[in-house]
């Protein structure tokens, strides 16, 4: 038996998805998984060991080592660079990141238009690429609101059905990029679990190329 493998996993709309991945891969997660409010889950018979973070702090934990492996939004990987491997694309939670604003507002004139988003890195170097000066407000939720009261001009969020927009009258104006999560490696790990990383990111690949048919 090898050294046991910890897993950082994201509470939250990715939690579901990600534990049905690992299931279908053939790992045995016990029933309690999905219910429990235990922040740490041993499971033995895999020699695992899950920890539950937020969504946004799954790459500080597989960066500083507590975590071996992780599971994280790309978005969450755009904002920050982080010291971890992206080894494979799990397809799920798939939603993207646009640019969106009251309608018939895209065209006006402020000098430096006020962007409310929760990602001001991404939201950063995207109106830099564009070389467009903006002036970045960072919040941490219910980004949609900002316009609405007149905090910003435009927002940078994430978008997945669209209805947060329609139903705050609030319209697309540019598309960013698309989000899906990824199983991202600590590097040390890496060398020394090869082994077992190699086997979990090869039967994860199978489960993942098989629902792409
Ligand atoms: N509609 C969506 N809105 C936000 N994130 C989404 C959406 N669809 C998929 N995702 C993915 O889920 C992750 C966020 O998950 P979740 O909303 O549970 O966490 P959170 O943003 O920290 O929320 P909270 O702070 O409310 O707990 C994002 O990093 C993104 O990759
Ligand atoms: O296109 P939709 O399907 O409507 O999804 C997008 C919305 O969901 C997320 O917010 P969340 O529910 O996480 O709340 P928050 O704004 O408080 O983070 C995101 O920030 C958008 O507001």
Redesign the pocket.
């Known amino acids: 038996m090898g050294n046991m493998l910890t897993i950082a996993m994201p509470k ?2 990715i939690f579901d998805e990600a534990a049905n991945l690992l299931r279908k891969a053939g790992y045995k997660l016990p029933p309690e998984f999905d219910e429990s409010r235990k922040l740490i889950l041993e499971v033995p018979a895999e020699n695992m060991r899950f920890i539950l973070a937020k969504p946004m702090d799954v790459t500080t934990y597989v960066e500083h080592g507590v975590a071996d492996i992780g599971i994280a939004g790309k978005d969450v990987m755009l904002e920050e660079e982080r010291d971890v491997y992206e080894v494979l694309d799990l397809k799920i939670s798939d ?1 993207y990141l646009a640019v969106a604003g009251l309608p018939n507002m895209s065209g006006s004139d402020v000098v430096a238009p006020k962007v409310a988003t ?1 990602y001001p890195g991404v939201a950063s170097s995207y109106f830099r690429e564009q070389g467009e000066q903006v002036e970045i407000i960072k919040l ?5 609101l900002a316009p609405l009261i007149g905090l910003a001009d435009r927002i940078v ?11 705050n009258g609030l319209v697309e104006l540019e598309r960013i990029c698309s989000i899906t999560s990824r199983l991202i490696v600590n590097p040390v790990s890496y060398r020394m679990k090869d082994a077992q990383i190699d086997e979990l990111v090869s039967r994860l690949s199978e489960v993942v190329e098989g629902e792409a048919k």
Do not use: A
Not at 140 to 144: L, V
């Open positions: 939250g709309r939603c929760k941490n939720g219910s980004i949609e969020d994430i978008v997945s059905t669209g209805r947060t927009l329609k139903e």
